[in-house]
């Protein structure tokens, strides 16, 4: 394919463009620009509120490969790698500029190859950025004066200017091809890779170049400087060939990939480059730290060849895929694996998330290039190039944080002594407490999410929580001392079973209307009625009798017990999704599962939980059906039976007296309530092991897991100037109050007070030297955020832009009122829409924020520090580097040393208390250890410069091996590293 004197080839599985001076690049995306030239179509799909903006007609540009961005003007641009007014055929790659409006309106604002021999450039691959100065920045991976690619900037209107030509010089040191989208820093510079080129001399590929890739930095005006050569290390380890964007983390450094290169060399591909690829660390200055090798061991279980960018979670952790890699290798189009997601930490840290190829077929995909997405609910999304069954034509997936695909439900409401936790399954965060006099037992969510009904086991009733607002909105008497509830599937009944131990007479089942919220029926069951449970048809109660070793089966259409199952004390029981098994555990040591047929109560299998369990009490089973989750009372574990096989495949230790259990909406997680020590358990079913524990109220009966997030509640009302403004939300009071001396003549203003989700407030300081803070959470709120939203009128009600200053002079002061302990309190302002964090704190005690805005037309309460009252601290280690090797038995003390710096003032933060945790995690043979070397609170003095901490490590004692040294505190997240004790 010859475009305007490029050759572009193509195979396969491969794209190679080459110029003038023969140099190769690859990817294994260009499969799919194969199939879009060959004009390869799939079947119709059916879709809902789907509409074509435009089409392409080759004049106009033809596959616009790269993804839309929106202008601050409200219209799309992108970018088309083929077709234009310049190109003589089909067969030619040349490309457009385009902006389409949001009703579909069409306009080419520039095609390449405008110039001879496209100097302008060629092959725009990678999407657009809008910069601070509203102009489009992109490249070309190919063109140029030397035909090895440019960075441009085009205006709205489309005039285009070249800033840079890559490859004026013999060897391309400056790099050539740059494949990864630009990113301007905060700095307002631009910053890339190339693909190849550079000064690197080890990774020779097979077409005979040394071309390795590069780091770069352009101003706005055009002035590249390149910050690092890749396989400027011997064999590549510091990585060889950069395919996708770098990210400016919150730390500010800049954080990505290589797909080659690296410390381990058995992943080699036949076009001859080495190494499994890279995560790197770099400086604004160039400073290049390497944070993973992929493949540290045969099979590569942990991931191969990433081929795009990372992305940084709301949990300041970054995430990404590899191509290749991972525990699978049945996809046929490698041997090492089908791809992995993967989590990283800033200090390194690696854990993979999802092995894909884990289904029969690949259904859940295969070849994960692109980069990943982080939803406002928490969870990732992605793509992969191939798999999801016969077709096998790629897929889109999401993947929650803690690992396993799916969707997870947004909370889980936990019934405890005093009252309900509310849990935040994204960040396994307890966000809210609802109180509940009495004793709450168990509850569970209706079917359309909007309310939790809580058996209040003291107080013999039923409260019935809205999850709008997350308050009581109704109690509902029963019988005596309710122990479990179940609401059917249509939402119109729900189930109480009554068991008072001192009162034999409540052995009944309460049937609530919801309509009336009102018992409607009472009905006599066997003797310590627990937990009852409703088949997925709606049709059947079964409610478990302890005492009379029975279960009752109520009919709902008439309320009457039509048959009782014996078996030896049944406890909790679950239905298969299908409804055609019951699986119901025996209090028993050691413990027993009967499988029961429904509805013909016919016992098919009795599973023995083995010697390690005893006395299981409540049962859950996963969406799918595939494993069942058992709670072991007294042996303080969980035993998972798979349920193709009916036996027992792993025991899981959790906490102390494990009692209530269930499956998060997408199967991912499992959430086991310990009674004893008041603490949630959360096992990932990908793995079968305890992936977090979460501290909640004491005594934990009972947890539903909700799949719709609160609601939000918006407040308005007029904003004085002069007067003190009092909101109330729940159950706070809140005050706001503009100084004396404000100019604000002729200004009313108004505020409304919306909810927004944690996630939704982490995306909008993300980026910002505020992306560690978090907001300050009001009861009776969810667990959200409160967002004020400022808008303001002239005398006569006319919609008028907000005051702003050009100096920092307009203070919003701000006191509560309410019996929660708030920490630092303050305010963060930006223009509606915008992320321009640009106010800081003025002060610790007092919550005062200054700074101008663009209007005056936002601020969200924000907590600065946890329980440092100087508030939250950016973290710099000053020595020493991490990874560090000291030898065995060295007699001089490793210092270490952190500085700490307020994110609120850019002040030092003087009396932070800093510990230290250090702990083998390999031997002196490599052998995996867990052993806790040194572990102390307060281990730093500050020394030298205020916001200055340091501590002496002493390592002469250290036995050989691998250590993860952690520096954690009360105002910074904990800080990772790794050293080794060698010979």
Not at 156 to 177: I, K, N, R, V
Not at 246 to 260: E, K, P, V
Not at 528 to 545: H, N, R
Not at 757 to 775: E, L, P
Request: proline content about 6%.
């Amino acid at each position: 394919m010859v475009v305007r004197g490029t050759v572009v080839s193509m195979t396969q599985d491969r794209i190679s463009v080459r110029g003038t001076r023969g140099r190769a690049t690859t990817t294994v995306l260009a499969l799919a620009i194969v199939l879009a030239v060959a004009g390869f179509a799939t079947g119709p799909a059916e879709a809902q509120n789907f509409s074509t903006l435009a089409t392409f007609n080759f004049t106009d540009g033809a596959i616009p490969y790269a993804g839309l961005v929106q202008g601050a003007d409200g219209n799309f641009y992108g970018t088309t790698v083929a077709g234009g007014a310049n190109c003589s055929n089909q067969s030619a790659f040349c490309g457009t500029v385009f902006k389409v409006t949001p009703s579909g309106i069409l306009t080419t604002l520039y095609n390449f190859c405008s110039q001879s021999n496209c100097t302008d450039g060629a092959f725009p691959y990678t999407a657009l950025i809008q910069a601070s100065d509203g102009s489009f920045y992109g490249t070309t991976v190919v063109g140029g004066a030397s035909g090895a690619g440019t960075i441009f900037k085009v205006t709205p209107g489309g005039t285009l200017t070249t800033l840079y030509s890559f490859c004026p010089q013999s060897g391309c040191p400056d790099g050539a091809e740059p494949f990864g989208a630009l990113l301007q820093g905060s700095d307002g510079n631009f910053y890339g890779t190339t693909y190849l080129g550079g000064t690197g001399q080890s990774c020779t590929l097979n077409n005979g170049s040394s071309e390795c890739g590069t780091v770069f930095k352009i101003t706005p005006s055009g002035t590249l400087t390149t910050l690092y050569n890749f396989c400027s290390q011997s064999n590549c380890t510091d990585g060889d060939s950069p395919n996708g964007a770098l990210i400016q983390a919150s730390d500010g450094n800049f954080y990505g990939t290589t797909t080659y290169g690296g410390a381990n060399k058995s992943c080699t591909n036949g076009n001859g480059d080495t190494g499994c690829g890279t995560v790197f660390k770099i400086t604004s200055s160039g400073a290049l730290t390497t944070l993973y090798n992929f493949c540290p061991q045969s099979g590569c279980a942990d991931g191969a060849e990433p081929g795009s960018g990372l992305i940084q979670g709301t949990d300041g952790n970054f995430y990404g895929t590899t191509i290749f890699g991972g525990a699978n290798s049945s996809c046929s189009e490698n041997d090492i694996g089908c791809g992995v997601a993967f989590k990283i930490t800033p200090g390194g840290t690696l854990t993979t998330l999802y092995s894909f190829c884990s289904q029969s077929n690949c259904t859940d995909g295969t070849l994960p290039y692109a980069a990943l997405i982080q939803g406002a609910n928490g969870n990732f999304y992605g793509t992969t190039l191939a798999g999801g069954g016969t077709n096998n034509y790629g897929t889109v997936f999401t993947l929650s944080a803690g690992g396993g695909t799916g969707n997870q439900g947004s909370f889980a409401y936990i019934a405890g002594s005093g009252g309900v936790s509310l849990l935040d399954t994204t960040t396994d965060l307890v966000v809210n407490a609802i109180p509940i006099s009495g004793e709450p037992y168990e509850l569970a969510v209706s079917p359309d999410q909007t309310k939790v009904y809580v058996a209040d086991n003291a107080g013999n009733s039923v409260s019935v929580v809205a999850t709008a607002n997350n308050t009581v909105t109704a109690t509902i008497p029963v019988g005596l001392g309710p122990d479990g509830v179940a609401v059917t599937p249509n939402g119109q009944f729900v189930y109480v079973a009554n068991n008072d131990a001192n009162n034999p007479t409540s052995n009944t089942v309460s049937v609530i209307s919801t309509a009336s919220n009102s018992v409607v029926q009472t009905v006599t069951v066997g003797p310590a009625p627990f937990l009852p449970k409703v088949t997925p048809d709606g049709s059947l109660v079964y409610v478990a009798s302890t005492q009379g070793n029975e279960l009752s089966v109520i009919n709902t259409s008439t309320n009457t017990v039509t048959a009782t199952v014996p078996i030896t004390a049944p406890t909790g029981l679950a239905f298969a999704p299908n409804g055609a098994l019951a699986y119901v555990a025996q209090f028993a040591s050691p413990g027993t599962l009967t499988v029961l047929a429904v509805p013909s109560n016919r016992v098919v299998a009795t599973i023995p939980l083995g010697s390690a369990s005893a006395n299981p009490i409540k049962v859950a089973i996963t969406p799918d059906g595939s494993l069942v989750y058992v709670t072991n009372l007294s042996s303080n574990n969980v035993s998972v039976v798979e349920t193709g096989s009916n036996s027992v495949i792993a025991t899981v230790p959790v906490g102390n007296q494990p009692y209530a259990i269930a499956v998060s909406t997408d199967g991912s997680q499992v959430y086991v309530g310990n009674a004893a020590d008041g603490t949630i358990s959360v096992i990932s079913t990908a793995t079968n092991s305890v992936v977090a524990t979460v501290p909640v109220a004491d005594g934990v009966f009972g947890i539903a897991v909700a799949s719709a997030p609160p609601m939000s509640q918006p407040i308005t009302q007029p904003l004085s100037p002069t007067q003190p403004n009092v909101f109330n939300f729940g159950t706070n009071n809140q005050v706001v109050q503009y100084p004396p001396g404000t100019n604000f003549s002729g200004v009313n203003m108004t505020t409304t007070a919306v909810e927004i989700t944690q996630a939704q407030f982490q995306q909008r300081v993300a980026g910002t030297k505020f992306a560690s803070a978090a907001c300050i959470v009001y009861s009776g709120t969810g667990g959200n955020c409160i967002d004020y939203q400022v808008t303001c009128s002239d005398n006569s009600g006319n919609p008028i832009t907000c005051p702003g200053e050009p100096q920092p002079t307009i203070a919003v002061q701000t006191s509560f009122t309410t019996a929660q302990t708030i920490v630092n309190p303050g305010y963060l302002t930006t223009p509606i829409g915008q992320n321009q964090w640009t106010n800081i704190f003025t002060g610790y005690a007092d919550p005062t924020v200054k700074g101008r805005t663009v209007g005056f037309s936002e601020f969200v309460a924000v907590d600065l520090g946890a329980t440092n009252p100087q508030g939250l601290a950016q973290f710099k280690l000053l020595h020493p580097v991490f990874p560090k090797k000291i030898g065995l038995g060295r007699e001089h003390p490793t210092p270490v040393a952190i500085r700490l710096t307020s994110v609120a003032t850019g002040k030092p933060i003087t009396d932070a208390r800093v510990g230290i945790s250090v702990v083998m995690i390999a031997d002196g043979k490599g052998n995996p250890t867990q052993q806790v070397v040194l572990s102390k609170l307060s281990a730093f003095k500050q020394e030298g410069a205020p916001g200055t901490y340091k501590l002496n490590l002493h390592t002469a004692k250290y036995a050989l091996g691998t250590y993860t040294v952690t520096i954690y505190g009360n105002a910074f997240p904990a800080y990772q590293g790794q050293l080794q004790i060698v010979k």
